[in-house]
């Protein structure tokens, strides 16, 4: 099982990103997959996840994200829009195998991939 993220960068307030989580060893289809951020000397909060055709955001980013996913590509894309400084952060995928619904609890979930950093900055 892996998973892998990337797609990060540094862009201007306002601007927008695509990142990537890369998995391979599962089935998208029967798991739920969470994309969590972690900003220095703050703890790793969930950011949305996509589990049984059902998409979940955090209020923080709701408006302002869409996850989807390619399955021929075993890959889950989040798109973030209008980000803010506050947006900055490392930002990781997780997979939830059993339960697996939707949870924001990162101690729920069975396997991380490297995170990805995302700056907001002018």
């Known amino acids: 099982v892996q998973l892998q993220a990337s797609g990060g960068g540094l862009v201007q307030p306002g601007g927008s990103l695509r990142l990537s989580c890369a998995t391979s060893?599962?089935?998208?289809?029967?798991?739920?997959i969470g994309w969590f951020r972690q900003a220095p000397g703050k703890e790793r909060e969930g950011v949305s996840c996509f589990s049984d055709g059902r998409t979940y955001y955090a209020d923080s980013v709701k408006g302002r994200i869409a996850i989807s996913r390619d399955n021929a590509k075993n890959t889950i894309y989040l798109q973030m829009n209008s980000l803010q400084p506050e947006d900055t952060a490392v930002y990781y995928c997780a997979a939830r195998f059993w339960p697996n619904d939707c949870s924001w609890h990162p101690e729920d979930y069975d396997s991380w991939g490297r995170g990805t950093q995302v700056t907001v900055s002018s």
């Open positions: 060893g599962f089935t998208l289809d029967y798991y739920a």
